[in-house]
């Protein structure tokens, strides 16, 4: 049972740039939650998608943007590249909290990351 | 809004020392709480979650965590350091729009471990 992938592992953009960043969820899984951990920062939600749709936003920018495909998996795009977009970017995968559920949590699996440098 | 502050950037204990890794959260609602353990150059990964159901929880790697709601806290302990332990651990808390889980996350500790 294959986890969360995610691709590419380590990247390097200039200042201005566009960079995209994919994800494949966890086999069974539906939701794809994107977060970004900066160097000695604990993680920060950036959005979620389900049903292709966006379905949460975090304090992001609108040079964040993402993609959820029928299979699934998702991207992640960042417009005009700044230095401080510079991270770790981590993809997790879950199933959706049915309504009325109890107990269930929908727990998130991480993927290893996609480590962005911006020069 | 839910938020989660970790008491130590960084810890450090012998072996087989007592871990204590300390988290107090703040929320408007009943919490889930979860602490993650990431080793360098991968990604988080689930160590133990409190639901609402028991208030101590036992995780893997021999951690275990108590939820207290009048200390609004969720301490992580391990009664014996092993070298293995050294990472990043954070203590998250979740929020429940819509039926999803979103994760607010702390700032982290580092553990390191002295032989």
């Known amino acids: 049972d294959a986890g969360v992938t995610q691709s590419p592992t380590h990247l390097i953009k200039t200042r201005g740039q566009q960079v995209t960043l994919r994800c494949s969820p966890k086999?069974?899984?539906?939701?794809v939650s994107w977060y970004q951990q900066a160097l000695g920062q604990g993680p920060q939600f950036i959005f979620q998608?389900?049903?292709?749709?966006?379905?949460q936003r975090g304090n992001f920018p609108d040079r964040f943007s993402g993609h959820q495909f029928p299979n699934y998996s998702s991207e992640l795009n960042v417009n005009a590249l700044l230095l401080g977009d510079s991270a770790l970017y981590l993809c997790?995968?879950?199933?959706?909290?049915?309504?009325?559920?109890?107990?269930?949590?929908?727990?998130?699996?991480f993927g290893e990351g996609s480590r962005l440098t911006v020069l | 809004a839910q938020s989660v502050t970790q008491l130590g950037s960084h810890v450090s204990v012998s072996e087989g020392a007592l871990v204590l890794l300390r988290c107090n959260y703040s929320?408007?609602?009943?919490?889930?709480l979860f602490w993650y353990v990431q080793y360098p150059n991968q990604g988080l990964q689930l160590l133990l979650k409190?639901?609402?159901?028991?208030?101590l929880v036992k995780g893997i790697n021999g951690f275990e965590a108590e939820f207290k709601k009048s200390e609004t806290s969720f301490h992580l302990t391990k009664p014996s350091a092993h070298m293995s332990d050294a990472a990043e651990y954070f203590c998250?808390?979740?929020?429940?729009?819509?039926?999803?889980?979103?994760?607010?996350f702390g700032q982290g500790t580092r553990l390191t471990i002295n032989p």
């Open positions: 997790a995968s879950s199933l959706v909290i049915p309504r009325g559920g109890s107990q269930a949590t929908g727990e998130l699996f």
């Open positions: 086999s069974g899984h539906d939701t």
């Open positions: 998608y389900y049903e292709e749709e966006e379905r």
């Open positions: 929320s408007s609602v009943p919490p889930y």
């Open positions: 409190y639901t609402s159901a028991a208030t």
């Open positions: 998250a808390v979740s929020v429940y729009p819509q039926g999803a889980q979103k994760l607010v």
